[in-house]
């Protein structure tokens, strides 16, 4: 069974810094898709990047990019000039490309933007 | 509207009554999701539609959870006899195929007491 870990229950940052999420994965499977989802407080799930397990460049979405680490098992999320309006909840993901076509999540951070 | 709809919002319900849940997937969304997300948690997996045909239930906690899509579209999942530990938001997600972007909607707050 595959397994997401998010180490950091909560990180703060200032505004107009970059920050960076942890990630670290548990498959045995080599053909996976890695994603980022962000919940603000009104609990929506709102998708912020992918990355394929056989993508070769790390993926970009805006001011979201995705520091890719196959070997070490490890998707961080990066985001650059932070705003206020990024403080919220991040969940990592991983889904299968065989078997179970859901997502599993890690147990999230908690990200605060300072002004 | 282009997303994923939920309904209700919110739901408070008396332990032992039964609730439903409706979800609306963005038109022509061949898979949808439901998950469950317990308070400071991550989401996770209930069951999976792909059109009408339930392919995977086995996220279900116990039989008093139970999910349909008669039409392939619109989907509902029914909680019975409701217990405290049911209280959580119930989140639904819809995908163009299987392997694909999953985009959730805003979710169902359920609250047991």
């Known amino acids: 069974a595959q397994k997401i870990t998010q180490t950091q229950p909560g990180m703060f940052v200032q505004e107009k810094e970059a920050v960076t999420l942890d990630c670290t994965y548990d498959?045995?499977?080599?053909?996976?898709?890695l994603f980022w989802y962000k919940q603000p407080s009104s609990g929506e799930m709102i998708f912020l990047i992918y990355?394929?397990?056989?993508?070769?460049q790390n993926a970009t979405e805006g001011r979201y990019s995705l520091n890719f680490q196959k070997a070490r098992k490890s998707a961080n999320l990066v985001i650059s000039a932070s705003q206020l309006g990024d403080s919220a909840m991040y969940f990592c993901?991983?889904?299968?490309?065989?078997?179970?076509?859901?997502?599993?999540f890690g147990s999230g951070t908690r990200l605060q933007v300072q002004p | 509207g282009a997303g994923v709809s939920q309904s209700p919002r919110y739901k408070v319900a008396k332990r032992g009554q039964d609730v439903a849940l409706r979800c609306d997937p963005i038109?022509?969304?061949?898979?949808l999701f439901w998950y469950q997300q317990a308070l400071g948690q991550g989401p996770e997996f209930l069951t999976y539609?792909?059109?009408?045909?339930?392919?995977?239930k086995s996220g279900l906690p116990s039989d008093r959870f139970f999910a349909e899509r008669p039409e392939g579209s619109v989907s509902t999942l029914k909680i019975q006899r409701t217990q405290q530990e049911d209280s959580a938001v119930y989140l639904c997600?819809?995908?163009?195929?299987?392997?694909?972007?999953?985009?959730f909607g805003p979710g169902t707050r359920l609250l047991v007491l």
């Open positions: 038109s022509g969304h061949v898979s």
């Open positions: 997600a819809s995908s163009l195929p299987p392997g694909e972007t999953q985009y």
């Open positions: 539609f792909q059109n009408e045909a339930q392919l995977d």
């Open positions: 990355q394929g397990s056989y993508d070769e």
């Open positions: 498959t045995s499977d080599q053909s996976y898709g």
């Open positions: 993901a991983i889904l299968m490309d065989t078997g179970r076509r859901a997502l599993t």
